[in-house]
């Protein structure tokens, strides 16, 4: 069984980070490995929450894996909330990164233009730098303007401008990025990505629904990683974890009793989980 080490969060109500990487990878048969960098007692959605920094964790568990041999299949890192997680988990990928494995980097930094609240500008800068370390990136067009230093454009752009930009993000580094949330004006979003390695690009596009929905960045990149280690192809990944998360929304939208703070993606398992038959 492949095994994959998701570095992010974990909130003890709420559906995102880790509380939605562990049940999809696992899911999708593959060993769900964790290290968590905080937990909280409620996602940051709700008005009100505990935070305890676990910074200090991830060198004496580095360390354990190593002395014990372990490997992994991809390394998977989400929200990382400080420079010195940043410094530390790049040492964790030098240490466990190999010919024969993926480092996938979900860089969340802020979304709708603006970066969240303890994020600035000299952030984006060292988490441009940090990308450097990944082999597949997957930002959204916020985190691609800042970490780029390109004016945030909400709409009005064209393919031209979405592959430029994606040529932009592999110069970084990494040989894969992938831009969330592409909308061309048709009433669609989807995602376009770049191989840089065979100057490619690929893009999957769906069903775009009103409002914004808690979590589904998460769920994407889960599901994505996820069906990467099931050796399914970058672009295939891509498409099955968007097919995913756009049923969860559908699934949700469906229940008048649905919760606000994270999509019911549970629901949307049998169907994601079908794909690895």
């Not at 994606?166 to 970084?172: S, V």
């Not at 831009?179 to 191989?195: A, E, F, H, R, W």
């Not at 775009?208 to 099931?230: C, E, L, N, W």
């Not at 699934?251 to 989980?273: H, I, M, Q, S, W």
Request: proline share 4%.
């Amino acid at each position: 069984m492949k095994r994959i080490l998701t570095i992010q969060d974990v909130s003890g109500v709420g559906k995102c980070s880790l509380t939605v990487a562990l049940p999809i990878i696992s899911a999708a048969q593959v060993e769900a490995c964790v290290l968590p960098t905080a937990v909280l007692s409620t996602h940051t959605r709700f008005k009100h929450f505990t935070f305890a920094d676990l910074t200090d964790e991830i060198e004496p568990t580095v360390e354990v894996w190593q002395k014990e041999g372990i490997t992994f299949d991809a390394i998977y890192t989400g929200y990382l909330g400080s420079y010195r997680q940043m410094g530390l988990v790049e040492n964790l990928i030098d240490a466990f990164h190999t010919k024969d494995n993926f480092i996938f980097i979900d860089p969340v930094l802020g979304d709708g233009g603006t970066l969240y609240a303890r994020f600035d500008q000299s952030f984006a800068d060292r988490m441009a730098l940090f990308c450097s370390k990944g082999d597949v990136i997957t930002p959204n067009l916020t985190e691609a303007a800042f970490m780029l230093h390109l004016p945030y454009q909400e709409s009005g752009y064209d393919e031209s401008y979405v592959h430029d930009m994606l040529r932009r993000l592999t110069a970084l580094g990494s040989s894969v990025a992938v831009l969330k949330g592409i909308d061309y004006g048709d009433g669609k979003l989807g995602v376009v990505g770049y191989d840089s390695r065979s100057d490619d690009f690929f893009s999957y596009f769906h069903e775009k629904f009103p409002g914004r929905y808690h979590g589904t960045g998460d769920i994407f990149a889960s599901a994505v990683v996820a069906a990467m280690a099931r050796d399914r192809s970058i672009p295939e990944a891509f498409q099955i974890a968007a097919d995913f998360t756009v049923d969860s929304i559908r699934k949700t939208r469906e229940n008048p009793d649905a919760c606000d703070y994270g999509v019911e993606f549970e629901r949307a398992l049998p169907d994601f989980v079908a794909k690895f038959k």
